[in-house]
């Protein structure tokens, strides 16, 4: 019998994307991480977005954004 349960894979966050606040982090913290009002969802990508782990990060390392 096989197996059909999906295992939920571990999402490697890029380095890069962890150290300064973009213009689409700044979004994603603006709009506290809703999904459904956010630019990249709206263009139906076919990822599921990890920016919210990445607005989280760059909180913890940088703090809030200013403005």
Known sequence: MLNTTLQEQPTTISESI??????QAL?????NGNCAE???RKAHYSFD???PKVVEILKMVNGAPKG
């Open 18 to 23: 962890t150290r300064n606040w973009t213009e």
């Open 27 to 31: 979004e994603c913290y603006h709009l």
């Open 38 to 40: 956010c630019s990249i």
């Open 49 to 51: 977005c990890q920016m």
